[in-house]
């Protein structure tokens, strides 16, 4: 559809996305490969879900039948704030600071489905972000949003990391970008040299179970693996390290997102006030956020983590 490609752009922009690449719905060879590899050497720790349906993730005809073109967009949540330097702070990562990414990215993909569904009503699409089973950063960097970094966060070179994405599968076909941005990581370690565990394994490999942020968001166990515990480095809830040290983040802009705001100005949250929620409390005070995820026991459990750690 001539001309259409670059409509769906602008009105992308005019969303919110900051940058965003339309790429033909063909099934992702070396990507899936490399998937189930990474699967294979059990990188993937408890996330037994990642298991189920590999295909799928690698093919999105499978996930969406008909599809013919997959839309990929970057949505900036970089906020210009710090981490609060209080001796008791348990330190949020910065993503799950505002609003659910997952209820806004989605709320903004929608609206620009709608959109195309009121220029081509016979179009169908299916909007995915990060719980569909889809290989979400494959996609941005065959749509041309930036590269993997080592670190295996996809790299723009106009914002930096700090960015969601997501994406819609739509039965219409468009006209396609083909420009890959080149790895631009070149020599720099900076994140496998900062990561306190070791979970860069190698560069654009990271294995999960020595991960602060799959330990404390994504582990379902009574206690932290004693080589997380004694290097949590203050985190109560996921972890920035690699990205903090990634050099391509000085190019990092704020967000126009008002929702990506931390929530009561808070980017840390004292371990003492994590124990003493009740259930009531915390699911007002975490209610559409990401840090539901974690459930009231995982964020208690990290909290009692990073106490015995600072004695």
């Known amino acids: 559809m001539s001309g259409f490609s670059v409509q769906i752009k602008?009105?992308?922009?005019?969303?919110?996305?900051?940058?965003?690449?339309?790429?033909?719905?063909?099934?992702?060879?070396?990507e899936g490969n490399r998937l189930l590899e990474w699967l294979a050497r059990g990188y993937h720790g408890e996330m037994r879900w990642m298991e189920r349906e590999p295909e799928k993730r690698a093919d999105p005809r499978l996930l969406h039948p008909g599809a013919r073109s997959v839309i990929v967009t970057a949505l900036n949540y970089y906020t210009p704030h710090e981490h609060a330097d209080a001796p008791d702070a348990g330190k949020i990562s910065r993503y799950a600071w505002g609003d659910d990414y997952h209820d806004?990215?989605?709320?903004?993909?929608?609206?620009?489905?709608?959109?195309?569904?009121?220029?081509?009503?016979?179009?169908?699409?299916?909007?995915?972000?990060?719980?569909?089973p889809i290989m979400d950063k494959a996609w941005a960097v065959r749509a041309g949003i930036g590269w993997m970094g080592k670190?295996?966060?996809?790299?723009?070179?106009?914002?930096?990391?700090w960015f969601f994405i997501g994406e819609i599968l739509l039965d219409v076909e468009l006209e396609y970008d083909t420009a890959i941005i080149a790895d631009h990581c070149g020599t720099c370690t900076a994140c496998l040299d900062a990561c306190p565990t070791g979970a860069i394994v190698e560069p654009?490999?990271?294995?999960?179970?020595?991960?602060?942020?799959?330990?404390?968001?994504?582990?379902r166990s009574d206690e932290l693996p004693p080589h997380i515990q004694e290097n949590l480095n203050g985190w109560i809830y996921g972890c920035d390290i690699c990205q903090?040290?990634?050099?391509?983040?000085?190019f990092e802009k704020p967000t126009d997102e008002a929702r990506f705001e931390p929530r009561l100005e808070e980017t840390s949250i004292s371990a003492g006030a994590i124990l003493s929620l009740?259930?009531?409390?915390?699911?007002?005070?975490?209610?559409?956020?990401?840090?539901k995820r974690t459930k009231l026991t995982g964020l208690q459990r990290n909290a009692r983590s990073l106490e015995r750690a600072r004695k």
């Open 104 to 132: 806004v990215v989605k709320e903004k993909l929608y609206q620009l489905l709608g959109w195309i569904e009121s220029q081509v009503p016979e179009a169908s699409g299916k909007v995915c972000v990060d719980t569909a």
């Open 244 to 250: 903090d040290v990634c050099p391509w983040n000085r």
């Open 278 to 291: 009740t259930p009531e409390t915390y699911a007002e005070r975490f209610r559409r956020t990401a840090i």
């Open 10 to 30: 602008e009105k992308s922009v005019e969303l919110g996305f900051a940058k965003v690449g339309i790429v033909p719905a063909d099934a992702l060879v070396p």
């Open 151 to 161: 670190h295996t966060n996809v790299i723009s070179p106009e914002i930096g990391s």
């Open 204 to 219: 654009y490999v990271v294995d999960s179970e020595k991960c602060i942020s799959y330990a404390t968001i994504e582990l």
